[in-house]
């Protein structure tokens, strides 16, 4: 299951079919697909000297070059290719579609085919970003023109939820799986994307005939919004942070901001594929990336030393350097790219006081808490940028939305009166409203700290506790829970009802896919799991194979950009403080499996200090109630759970 | 162990069977030999073959098919025949063997030690017999298990026999004439059939007189094959397969670095192929491309190089250490079996891991993803939408190849017309009544000019009424009267302002007014102008005919024969908006037929490149074989030196195809440069290693006895000579790129370091320079004195 090598053989056989000088045309979608798993040698390699947008009105004409498309089955790249077709610019034309063409797409494109320079049309499932081995996206990234929700968080954007089946039927073709689809109960958005997908699958059955296995692939839908601390977390692993703090984009990272940046560095790529150094480091810690890097150069410098001009002193070491020169070429380049990335990244955190704000956050993300008078002093810190005072009172409000309603107003307060705008602080209700605990069938604070650590799987993949990294994503629990034929059905029900044991089939492939866009943390997770099933141990993952996506990869500020425009859509309500529940008494947490230790007791009033809708009150109560009821529910539930 | 699949086959069967009626007697102590020991071994290996065969799909789906691709398309066609017919293929084998031998035995012969030197050698000499082997084997064995008389494997022994090393030319010769004579007795003597193996040699040299130096080794050989072959092949299959195993876990990583050596280095090992085949039903095609590479190599003779393939190929199995014992069991061995064999079957198994999908399911194995065919669908519905209105289009296209006729004759039938067409040669466009010229003008009086414009409307009146009437008759014009506005644009006509044009291919009328949003987003009229000697077909702004223009002198001197730029317009022809397809089509095939010089020139690029990347793995593996032998043989240096004139030729080309003039930025510039980028990284791939390589075989001409190199020399002092210079050309021209780069990027560090070793090697060329010429003069005057 590596979408890596998948979408690279699609490419590649894409690109050899006809044997001359070849034009390779694409259209916005395709473009990042192909930039990412192929590289131009190869594309050069292949005799693709050219490649151009679809839509570009200027391209030249050249009878003499053959022409590949690969476009997406879109109105905008249909309306471009017929434009093109109608008035061809070059000898031959090859045909290749992202995903399902349609009869009346066949029909429309042979319309206006009037030379008959068509030679092939086909339907190549590249149709995803594949970042890593293990780690897929379908670049649906969070943006006023293309929303992910519709009027309510419960509901797709119909253009989004058909990007979505796309995406992942064609990650289903290009590995050839046909899953058994499970959902996170909470999502109502889950259950519908399993549903169109089911129906997409059973309705190209043509298409997904495929040897059945054992035990079927699985594909597990889960939503953002059932963990909304992840990406709200300061990363402290190489690719989380470059993305957390530059960005990715594509395997591209745009350094043109950096100070006193070399002019080749203003740009750089970085994908496992092409940079060995990244491979071998990607999922490392800061600390581990920094003694690695240090090796690196210090190899490097031994390498230069030894082209060094008095060294060369003999036709041999002459000859030697000349064949070598290349490869030490290459080396140098990288060696630089990284030593900037890691210069920069460092000098972040020593700007933007990450270190400290680390701490902090782990401690709210994790059981041991977090004292109230460090937030309110990191809040009121002037050095620390409003985007970081922002995350930090979610993440507050995230972990003591129940307990300390009156806390998160008055951080709210603080955070107001130092610099955060009215706008953004709205957003920690808004968060709170789409993905508080009412909104969460999981609770995402408390298992670690009740619960022993050494129950989790993953305690062996920590390695050396880091103050930085004591919090893992709750989709390591949730695939924790799978491995051990634990995930219960009442809270990832299986779509159709499969057979009465099939929650505790372990199947060999899971493919996750995470609405609302996933995180490199949680890639990380998966890729541990990964290679540790790969490695052979007697662990719980042996022999499961793990493939992760997202509608996109969020770091923290997309993350809050998503919720921003999604919240423009959503009823006003979304903006105004959840009602508090009067439920939350100490006793009755207890009685939910030991869920909830209530630090500080529950709050005097029903309601936020700063909550202006009282008349909201008795609906709020009764919203309480019914919460209670479903808690309750739930923890009897995860009692009957535990073995 | 019968067959299904083989039943094409049962033609040579027969074959085979009638002819070895006539050996009969003299096998059956032979023949069971190889058969029994096969189907053991054949089962060991068939299942390491499926092992790899598995690993190498997980790890390089895309080269296998490649490969495969590569098997069926390049070579499979042309080799087929040779396979197939059975007459053709005997004719033709006989000469191939023939130029090898002469020229290996003469290399061979003043060796002293025949044991270790000849194994390489007498593979090189089975290579062009070897296509043989296989099938033979392949196709006999069931027969032997059959009918008890085993007929066929008769023709195997004796080959087998006749290759066992005694010595190295003696070798050569009867490789050659086993198979010469197999056929010969077939076919001149079927009685001839003797009791014993000897006779049966000794009348070998009847059938092949002319390798009459082979004639005094045929009786050793007589009496090998039955003691040695039976009681040594099972040890030999089992080294084999032994070494089958071992490189099959090898594979893997190294699938893409062998690549083309792939399929080979695996199974290079592995006589038992026939077996195997028996073993694995899809045959019928493989068998025939099973042959491919060493027929190849027969055409190729010519070459040295192609025919000295197998040799490194079985010992290319070890650069890693674990398989450097493996040849020497290869060497006591019969080495006939080991190359030809092998080598047929390497193809075969990769032809067939791609051929069929193999792996069951396995938790680490990635299929390769669903695709979808259209295309047929797409043929259809194109094929069903271009019926419509087929006719009309190929009415339109026909009027527009008369009306071109008509309006741009070819320059011999403008000739012809001359007489006629001259004076009214830019007076053809109906609409245009102010045909005057400024001068003209100038020193007439009004009424002169009145009188002129009639004139001149007369005369020309005759001319334009019959090219109208020629226009009309291609095509039928619209009454004026019927029409009152554009059809297209609905602009209602008026005489003065907006006149009524005749589509010349459709007959209709329109207007030619210029583009007027949102009405008319293009113009509903155009013009055109064609060349019919180039088959060129332009498009022509609209411009006004204003009856007056520029008489330039270079234009009056020929007559508007060549038009310039903006005068094009009067010349053309006009059609409506709604023809333009027509016109377009025409125009696109036209481009189509013609190929610009860039693409021939990329033509002979590619195709270079392509002989490149054949020659490369052979010389490596020569390179390879060298290195253990210590002395570079005359085809090593021969090939290298193909080889870097071929890298030289094709770094022109490269450059050529930049330097071809085209408009700087333009889609053009930007391919040519991506043409030099992709020639950049295939020098630097494949020059660098090579350059690699002669490093050991330097070291090895050195270390070697005296006695050697002197030798060498007196064979050939110049390529002695060129051998050493050769890399530090290279290296000089080399160092010359990186000090254009270095100033490039503007590294000045390296810059100097760059400078200093080109001085240094330069310096170097000079001193081997005149050191050559010192010795090629001893040289001489050594030659002339033993002589």
Redesign the interface.
Known sequence: ??VV??VE??I??MV?TPS??KVLLLDNHTTPIVSLSAT??IL??H?V??T?KIDNKK???????KCICFLQPSEESFEALEAEL???KY?EYYLYFSNI?S?TA??R???V????V?????????DYSPVLPCLFSLNNAPAAERPLYGNSPNVWDPKALERAVQGITAVL????KKPVIRYEKSSPMAKKLGVEIQHRIQSEAQ?FDF?L?QVPPLLLILDRRGDPVTPLLSQWTYQAMVHELLGVQNGRVDLSLVPDIRPELKEVTLTTTTDPFFQAHHLATFGDLGTALKSYVQSYQSHSLA?N?ST?NS?TD??R???E??EFRKLGGNVSKHVALVGELSRLVERDKLLELGEVEQGLATGSGADLRSVQALVANPAIQTLYKLRLVMLYALRYQKTQPQNVASLITLMLENGVSREDAKLVYVLLNIAGSDQRQEDLFSAESLLAKGRSALKGLKGVENVYMQHTPHLSQTLENLFKGRLRDTTHPFLDSAGPNAGLQRP?DVIIFMIGGTTYAEARVVALLNQEA?SGGPTAAA?T?LLLGGTCIHNSSSFLDMVRTAATNFPESVYEPPPGSATNAPSLNLNLGGVNVSLGGAAPGVYRTSGEGVSLQTEGIKDGVRNLLGKVKQGVDRIAAQP | MENPPYVPYQAYKSKRHSRGLSNQQSIPNIAPAPVQSRPGAALSNGHTYSESAVSQSVDGVADAEKQSIAMLNGRGTLQRPVSMIETFTTSRREPSPAPQHVTRTSISKPLPPPAPIPVPELHNLDQPVSPLEPRFTAVSSPAVSSAAPSPPPASTPPSHAASLPSSPSSQASQISSPKANGKAIAQLSPIAGPSTLSPALSDRPLASPRKSSTFRHVRPPSARPSAPSSPLRPTSTHVRSSSAMVSSPLRPPDARLHDSVNGVSSTASTPNMPALERALPPIPAFELHSQTPPSRSAAHSPNPVAPAGPPPRTSSLGPTGTQQHIPPPHSATPPVLTPSTSNSSAVTVVSRVSGRSPAPYRPGFQPKGVYRQRTDEFIESRAHSRDVGKIERTRLERRLEKLIQLHFPLPGQRKEEAPQQRPTSQNRRASSFWDLDFSDLKNKSAGDLWRGVLQTQASSQGTKNDIRAAEQKITPWEDDAAVSQCPLCTASFHPLTNRKHHCRLCGRIVCSLPVKYPQRPETCSLLFVADQSTGRIEEVGEGVDYGVRRRTPSNAGKKGEVLSEEEKFLKGVRICRECRPVLLRQQYRQELVSTPLFSRLYEAFISLEKEIEEELPVFQELMISLSKQERPTPEASAARKRLLEAFAQYDTFAKRIRKLPCAPGSSQDRIQNAVLTRANIFLQKHMFPLQALPKPKKAGGATSPGAVPQEDQIIDPDSEVARVLQPLLEQEALLETFVEEAKAHRKFEDLKTLKSSLREIRAEIERILANAEEQASSGRRARTSTA
Request: aromatic share 10%; glycine share 4%.
């Open positions: 299951m590596d090598k998948a053989t699609y590649t056989k050899s001359s000088m131009q040698s050069l390699s005799q000297y050219l151009d391209r030249e004409r050249m009878a003499h070059m109608r008035e061809p000898g063409l009869k066949i029909e494109l042979a319309d085919d009037e030379y008959e068509v030679r092939e049309v086909q339907e190549y499932f590249a073709l290009s590995l050839k298409l040897r296995t082209h001009p060369i036709i002459m000859k350097f000349v064949e020169y290349p060999g790969t022999g194979r």
